[in-house]
């Protein structure tokens, strides 16, 4: 395929064209509706400065076929790209160019492909964003429910992983509905950084035609104008490493709930019980049955905090303007939006299939739990607080259940 900035018929060193663009296709592939959408705003741009004789209205009307038809082809899955395309935005100009001859040629005045990859990166991040808070908010009614449920069965707490004090199932289940509305906020900050419109900075260096900007955002469903041309490309990786960031909030809170469900389900303590649904067994030992599914959801930060490192460092040392190092930055955003969308999915499925087994749960809330209840009760009396705590500290530390070694 013909390329955008071909001039002459010298080509490229074929292992080179495929080291420049193998995985980028890939990225590209996902990203093609958005390239799409932002090329129809684009176009509609342009048909407003008509006077000028850009692009006509019957004009108009053919390119918007045009995309309509890509699009169509791109949901039945045939609008594939290949070695040789080059990225998603050679193929969608070839093929209005080849299908109908011209106009194809005028679409990408006023742009580049530097403001139109940011452009179709925006609005892919937009719309995972979206997605991913209503699966969280799906997850944290999934806790609610739980909680409420229940909510009343009392639960050891620990401290130092060892008992500590009293607790519940409604204080666990609910400390991972506030951490979940936490990162609800960090994701809206987050959505609204992204929610800027790039369209029309072009290269980094803005185009030397009255493009109306106001109006592209406006189409694209952006809430305002990224004014600054260079600053638009100097954002490409900073705004996705934000992105990330708030990602890895989330699967924190997963993290720390996978680990308590792999703890509270090891047959030790039987706090919870996980449904066959969840469960695998193993090759070897035929007893086993594992949660494995918890540990899944607990590697993911860890990747993703993988793809942040990728991100910053991606995006740092570069001088101003666009590199081509930032195409490499897809990947890691893509990746990480993925991955936090299923594991939120996952995570709720999992905490569907628990149960609390109220006879361990009841069974483990042992006296020492209540140790410091026991010592504000005496301080309630008149005693000092320091007093009562090593009356009542002799009491378990004198052949009390403790882990401490004799000397
Ligand atoms: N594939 C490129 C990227 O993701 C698109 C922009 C190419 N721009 C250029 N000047 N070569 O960054």
Known sequence: ?????????????????????????????????????????????????????????????????GFEEILNLYKKGEFDLKIGDEDMHTKIENYITEKYGDIGKKIHTG?????????????????????????????????????????????????????????????WAGSFIDSLENDLTLLKIVYKLNNQSPLGSGAGYGVPIKLDREYSAKLLGFTRVQQNPLYCQNSRGKIEASIIAALISVLQTINKFASDVLLFTTSEFSFFKATGKITTGSSIMPQKKNVDLAELLRSKVHLVLGNYIQMVSLSSNLISGYNRDLQDSKKPLIESLEITLETLMVTKILLENLTPNKEKLEAAMTED???????????????????????????????????????
């Open 1 to 65: 395929m013909k390329k955008l900035w071909q001039k002459n018929n010298k080509k490229l060193d074929p292992v080179v064209e495929a080291f420049e663009t193998k995985g980028d296709l890939l990225m590209d592939q996902k990203l093609i509706e958005y390239d799409i959408l932002a090329s129809i705003a684009h176009v509609k741009t342009l048909n407003k400065l008509f006077l000028i004789g850009i692009i006509s209205e019957p004009e108009l009307k053919k390119l918007l076929k």
């Open 111 to 171: 742009r580049s492909r530097n403001d139109q990859v940011l452009t179709a990166i925006r609005l892919y991040s937009k719309n995972a964003l979206e997605s991913i808070e209503l699966e969280l908010t799906n997850l944290t009614k999934s806790f609610k429910g739980f909680s409420k449920e229940y909510g009343y069965i009392q639960m050891a707490g620990y401290t130092h992983m060892q008992k500590a004090m009293p607790s519940s199932i409604g204080l």
């Open 369 to 407: 739990l209540f140790a410091t209840e026991e010592v504000l009760k005496q301080v309630l009396k008149g005693e000092t607080f320091r007093d009562a705590y090593k009356q009542v500290g002799k009491k378990y530390l004198k052949g009390g259940d403790t882990n401490e070694k004799d000397d």
